[in-house]
């Protein structure tokens, strides 16, 4: 078994003493909490847990489904082929450094990369006290699973992704996961969603 992995070194905001001392301290704690939870049958099989990537006081929180073998190896979320892609939507976006992060709803890779249904209710508390530290105030949910765990009675993926869903703070603002964009159907909606996300985004800046 490795050892944990380091913190992400802080990002401007953070540096800049936008976290308060006592959230970094129980963002450490819980992120401790993660890296040795057994748990479930999981944290058996895993190389290590998959904590964040981002900034600790962000505006934006991405949540993705599971760690994949890439994420597994490293630990840190969303550095594989679908990394790239959601790297790339963060570029399209504008989003500055500092404003976003990254996690998922699973924090050890399943076998097979076949999402676990009785691991994520195990993980669900570590995701609920994640997203109440970070405080963002819109939370991008990427996946049928992650928008199951976020928003229990949405729509399917397909028809809820590209639009904000009623409720909140935060709010929760579905699209595709970017894994599963592997057609020209499925890449214009994933441009075309990011287009929508990128109006919200605004709309939310002004206090629309």
């Not at 078994?1 to 380091?6: F, Q, R």
């Not at 890439?70 to 450094?97: I, Q, S």
């Not at 709803?105 to 994520?120: E, I, M, Q, Y």
Request: glycine share 8%.
């Amino acid at each position: 078994m490795p050892e944990p992995v380091a913190p992400s070194p802080p990002t401007r905001a953070d540096a800049a003493g936008a976290v308060p001392d006592a959230r970094r301290i129980a963002w450490e704690a819980l992120s401790n909490e993660i890296r040795t939870c057994r748990r479930c049958a999981l944290g058996a099989t895993r190389t290590q847990a998959v904590v964040y990537r981002g900034s600790l006081a962000p505006t934006l929180v991405f949540v993705g489904e599971a760690p994949g073998a890439e994420e597994d190896r490293t630990g840190l979320p969303f550095v594989g082929r679908a990394g790239r892609r959601l790297d790339a939507a963060v570029e399209r976006l504008r989003l500055p450094p500092g404003t976003y992060g990254m996690l998922n709803v699973l924090k050890c890779r399943p076998p097979a990369n076949r999402f676990d249904p009785t691991a994520a209710r195990v993980c669900r508390p570590f995701l609920e006290r994640q997203l109440a530290l970070l405080r963002p105030t819109v939370v991008v949910p990427l996946g049928a699973w992650a928008l199951r765990a976020l928003d229990p009675a949405a729509p399917p993926i397909l028809r809820a992704a590209g639009a904000a869903r009623p409720g909140g703070p935060p709010a929760v603002f579905p699209l595709v996961h970017p894994s599963a964009v592997r057609s020209r159907a499925l890449a214009r909606r994933w441009s075309d969603d990011l287009d929508l996300l990128s109006v919200f985004l605004t709309a939310t800046a002004k206090g629309l």
